[in-house]
């Protein structure tokens, strides 16, 4: 997919709770066509002020063709992601979008998407797509508190919405490897993003059990265009590889586990 540099509006900034904000962004007509964009890939966010040197990778929430709107959901960690989470309504932001690749969904018509923290970003996507082509997934989901599951409402009208919490807050009491549905639910493909060892544990099951699995890397990225060699990931049989250009989405057997 072809690459642009656009200055979107910030529409508003939403608190969803435990330091997580869903920004909505609007692309004026002055910039030109809405960009195709697909599950999976992700924007790079410059910090307005010039405080903040480089610019942030975030995966896209949603995208909107029709009203032209982009929602992106920001955990704030830093002082990079404070600033964006933190902007008036109105300013301005510079992207460069789309980047990375995509998750598959040829194929699939029993998918479980496996979210957690700001990893629930892609899997808004693309259980959004899989609706759209008239299958509702199922979406397991994991967090510290109830507080850290974020648009769980917005994703039970996509799909089945299952969760576990650390502390038994809400859901299963545990990991989203400790629910059920992850050893005894009928899969066909999953796919993952959120914390490297819950995407890890999830790969280790669907391995075990045979099915397809997708994961999306959270390695850090600096440009988003493999210049600066951050990202790198050494894959089975393929060494050193930039997931910002090749990725961030991967089949999971390409991780190593160790």
């Not at 899997?123 to 769980?152: D, N, Q």
Request: proline share 5%; net charge neutral.
């Amino acid at each position: 997919m072809k690459k642009y540099s656009l200055q979107f509006t910030l529409l508003s900034t939403q608190e969803l709770g435990a330091g997580n904000y869903l920004l909505r962004l609007f692309l004026p007509q002055e910039q030109g066509k809405f960009p195709l964009m697909a599950p999976g890939q992700f924007v790079q966010v410059a910090v307005p002020g010039g405080m903040v040197l480089l610019r942030r990778p975030i995966s896209i929430c949603n995208a909107c063709r029709e009203s032209r709107e982009l929602w992106l959901l920001i955990g704030r960690v830093g002082r990079g992601t404070s600033i964006l989470t933190t902007l008036a309504e109105g300013t301005k932001l510079d992207l460069l979008i789309p980047l990375g690749n995509v998750f598959s969904l040829e194929g699939a018509q029993q998918p479980l998407l496996v979210g957690g923290g700001v990893g629930i970003a892609p899997m808004y996507f693309l259980a959004k797509a899989f609706r759209e082509h008239g299958i509702r997934p199922s979406i397991l989901l994991g967090g510290r508190t109830a507080a850290h599951i974020v648009l769980r409402e917005e994703l039970s009208l996509l799909g089945d919405v299952y969760c576990t919490t650390d502390n038994g807050e809400l859901g299963v009491h545990g990991r989203v490897t400790d629910h059920p549905i992850m050893r005894d639910g009928t899969f066909d493909r999953i796919y993952t993003c959120g914390p490297r060892g819950m995407m890890l544990a999830v790969a280790k099951i669907a391995e075990q059990r045979g099915i397809d699995c997708e994961v999306s890397l959270e390695n850090t990225m600096a440009c988003g265009i493999g210049a600066c060699l951050c990202c790198v990931e050494d894959l089975v049989g393929q060494g050193n590889t930039c997931v910002c250009t090749e990725g961030p989405v991967f089949n999971s057997r390409l991780i190593k586990k160790d």
